[in-house]
């Protein structure tokens, strides 16, 4: 008769974390098991790494994080009393850890793809995946195209936890498979296609994970499933068109967008954000012309209508589907293409005149995904010029009327990068994006202003640039930006803007309103802030502002022998030149503020830089115009300084 024997079960305390997408903790443990003889001898030993998900439910903003610390330790056995402190930190981090689908994650990134089975409840599957029963979901992609759906579903929710990745990568059969049904099944179904890519999108997170995408040609194939999903999207949108043309032919009334009274009666084209819209469709009826009768009776209308309304909802659907099949394409392209060998493959097969049809779409997920993909391709050369043959700049404006502000700042991005190129530039201003920068700039509703401020920097090297936006509230809004200013250290973007746009005549004027200019100098003085000098310079430079000036002449020039800043002496040298004035007594100004021995030491050759030897030149012969002056000058043997420096052919511009 045979031995006795009997299992025994040891459960050995692991480590605790917090799962990758739910508010959960992990308790990761091991099982021993023994098989003992009748003696109690171990007779057989094995151990299992095993895992628990504790989920909290209650979790929210208010919760009471100790309180529900002490909960889950009285629940679970397989946490020990002691670890009551390492629960409450990793739930007091749930707590506050963004959601993946909240925008943008903590990397940027724009926010994963969800799964074909939270957009289709109704058919999705129950059944939770487990790891140990790979080898059955495999079987599933050998059977009909229900099947593989079912269990690329399964496998999906594998792949979605990144702790599984490791295993799955190492089932070559698995990887296989999966290519396999994708490359010959993904015309037939799109949940198909959507699970099997996001199973491959769920590897390319991971740097480490590119070389099995590559391997299996997955990039290749999204690139031909994207390229398809877009021109099947245009035959949809034209099968649309004849279902309403059918509806006005055979009622003799035209369609019109609910609302639009203004509009004559003309034949119009119903826009793609009326197929796009929520809620049911309505439409305004009208008559082709006053003298024609309805051809059939107001119930066909309405059953003709109501077709229409049938086929609008089976367009959104279908829409929905492929917008996600999409995105998730879309991303797994994104992550490999940091390997710019593969960027560089993926632009040839006209990766960016996909992504650019794409911003036609009204999926703001899906078209932040798209701008991130194209801000990246943008700062290389070759896909740049390749955005503009796509005509890319005249579809960015309809994405900022969008609420989404992620979208509208990665939008931004987008067009900052573009904006380092002068057609492209041009381009923006044809499409009339100043205004619309102005508007965002002076509303505060983007994330980081500095962008914006960029792009205006970018346009005002342009002078007709700076004329159009004396036009706009940019010059008084960015003035008192940057005498608003807490921060001592200006955002370069802001001051050079300013510096730009005081070049502009009537620019000048607006900046000098409203006692701006006195404010200006203070900051500039009390900062020894070089850069707002020179704004205040360019200021300068204008007939129309040169008389603002005369009350601060004085402290011009005393800052002089006062400050320690060479570059803040420059700036205020270049001032006092642009002061051509008659009104100025400039034979005071330097007898008492002593600039005469200040301009002869710095006129000795190599001594001051050749940037201030030129202002200070410029100055002597602005105040050489006063007869006077030029006599005190005679007196202190300027000349023979300026004699001396022609000799040394120290200047480097002809004066």
């Not at 190129?421 to 201003?429: A, E, L, V, Y």
């Not at 205004?435 to 980081?448: D, T």
Request: with cysteine; charged share 30%; proline share 3%.
């Amino acid at each position: 008769m045979d031995e006795a024997r009997y299992l025994k079960r040891k459960i050995r305390s692991g480590t605790l974390d917090v799962h990758p997408t739910e508010k959960a903790l992990v308790v990761n443990y091991d099982v021993e098991a023994l098989i003992l003889g009748e003696l109690g001898d171990p007779m057989l030993g094995d151990r299992k790494e095993c895992q628990k998900i504790i989920r909290l439910k209650s979790l929210n903003a208010d919760t009471n994080v100790a309180l529900l610390a002490k909960e889950v330790i009285e629940k679970c056995s397989l946490i020990h009393e002691s670890k009551l402190h390492e629960v409450e930190q990793l739930i007091y981090y749930l707590q506050n850890r963004r959601s993946n689908n909240d925008g943008y994650e903590s990397n940027s990134q724009p926010p994963r793809p969800t799964s074909t089975n939270s957009i289709n409840n109704e058919n999705s599957s129950s059944e939770r995946a487990v790891i140990s029963n790979i080898d059955s979901y495999i079987e599933f992609l050998y059977e009909e195209i229900p099947e593989k759906v079912k269990g690329s579903s399964l496998i999906l929710q594998l792949a979605r936890v990144p702790d599984n990745l490791l295993e799955l990568a190492k089932n070559e059969s698995l990887l296989s498979a999966l290519a396999r049904v994708l490359r010959e099944d993904w015309r037939r179904s799109i949940e198909l296609s959507t699970n099997i890519i996001y199973i491959f999108f769920c590897f390319s997170t991971y740097t480490r994970f590119h070389n099995i995408v590559l391997e299996y040609r997955i990039g290749s194939l999204c690139m031909d499933i994207i390229d398809f999903e877009l021109h099947r999207y245009d035959q949809w949108k034209e099968d649309m068109e004849k279902h309403r043309r059918h509806f006005e032919s055979n009622t003799g009334l035209l369609l019109f967008p609910a609302g639009n009274g203004d509009i004559c009666d003309k034949k119009i084209k119903i826009l793609d954000d009326i197929w796009n819209s929520d809620g049911p469709l309505e439409f305004e009826t009208r008559i082709f012309k006053d003298d024609v009768s309805l051809k059939v009776s107001e119930s066909e209308v309405k059953r003709l209508k109501d077709d229409l309304e049938k086929n609008r909802k089976k367009f959104k659907s279908l829409t929905k589907k492929q917008e996600q099949l999409l995105r998730v394409a879309f991303y797994l392209l994104l992550n490999i293409a940091e390997n710019t060998e593969v960027e560089r493959k993926m632009r040839k097969k006209n990766v960016i005149g996909m992504l650019v049809k794409t911003l036609d779409r009204f999926n703001s997920d899906l078209l932040i995904l798209v701008v991130t993909f194209l801000k990246k391709l943008s700062i290389f050369r070759e896909n740049k010029e390749l955005m503009g043959e796509e005509n890319v700049v005249e579809k960015l404006p309809k994405l900022l009327q969008n609420n989404n502000p992620d979208l509208l700042l990665c939008t931004m991005k987008l067009l900052y990068n573009l904006s380092f190129d002068t057609k492209m530039r041009s381009k923006m201003i044809r499409a009339g994006l100043l205004p619309k920068l102005v508007k965002f700039l002076a509303q505060g509703e983007i994330k980081s202003k500095s962008t914006i401020l960029g792009l205006l920097y970018h346009a005002s090297m342009d002078d007709k640039v700076k004329a159009m936006l004396t036009n706009t509230d940019c010059v008084p809004l960015v003035t008192d930006m940057l005498l608003d200013s807490g921060d001592e250290r200006h955002k370069p973007e802001l001051i050079a803007l300013c510096i730009n746009l005081a070049a502009n005549n009537k620019n000048a004027q607006n900046m000098v309103e409203n006692s701006r200019l006195q404010r200006l100098i203070s900051k500039a003085f009390r900062n020894q802030d070089a850069l707002i000098m020179k704004m205040i310079r360019n200021i300068s430079q204008h007939d129309s502002t040169k008389e603002s000036f005369v009350e601060f002449v004085g402290d011009f020039a005393m800052a002089l022998n006062q400050s320690d800043s060479q570059d803040f002496v420059l700036e205020i040298v270049g001032i006092m030149g642009n002061l051509a004035l008659p009104d100025l007594d400039y034979t005071q100004i330097l007898q008492r503020c002593n600039l005469i021995p200040w301009i002869r030491s710095n006129l000795v050759p190599g001594k001051a830089q050749d940037d201030l030897v030129l202002e200070i030149v410029i100055f002597l012969g602005t105040a050489a115009a006063d007869e006077d002056c030029a006599q005190l000058m005679c007196k202190a043997d300027i000349l023979l300084s300026l004699i001396e420096l022609l000799k040394g052919k120290r200047l480097k511009k002809n004066i």
